[in-house]
């Protein structure tokens, strides 16, 4: 299984960004993929997830603010950013969440890709 992410960079307070995670390889039956950061010193967060089915679930400072979608087609996780503020500086790493079994679930992480938000 591998994920690809893009889209971080440096935006100034306020802004928008978009992040995108690309899975490929032995994906099927495939849970849910999701979103955290994680900044130095720190542990990782929960940014925001979303099952197969549709379901979402958000980490509390990102709320109203984020939006999680899927594109099941192209096995794709897409992660809207809006009203950015400078504490979401960070790495983002996407995940996938593989339940082959009862039971057994396997996660995936990707390489992370920074976001920088400026005053």
């Known amino acids: 299984v591998q994920l690809q992410a893009s889209g971080g960079g440096l935006v100034q307070a306020g802004g928008s960004l978009r992040l995108s995670c690309a899975a490929s390889?032995?994906?099927?039956?495939?849970?849910?993929m999701g979103w955290y950061h994680q900044v130095p010193g720190k542990q990782r967060e929960l940014v925001a997830s979303?099952?197969?089915?549709?379901?979402?679930n958000y980490g509390d400072s990102v709320k109203g603010r984020f939006t999680i979608s899927m594109d099941n087609t192209k096995n794709t996780v897409y992660l809207q950013m809006t009203s950015l503020k400078l504490e979401d500086t960070a790495v983002y790493y996407c995940?996938?969440?593989?339940?082959?079994?009862?039971?057994?679930?396997?996660?995936?992480w990707g390489q992370g890709t920074q976001v920088t938000v400026s005053s």
């Open positions: 995940n996938i969440d593989i339940r082959r079994l009862p039971g057994v679930r396997q996660v995936y």
């Open positions: 390889g032995s994906i099927f039956n495939m849970y849910a």
């Open positions: 979303i099952t197969s089915g549709g379901s979402t």
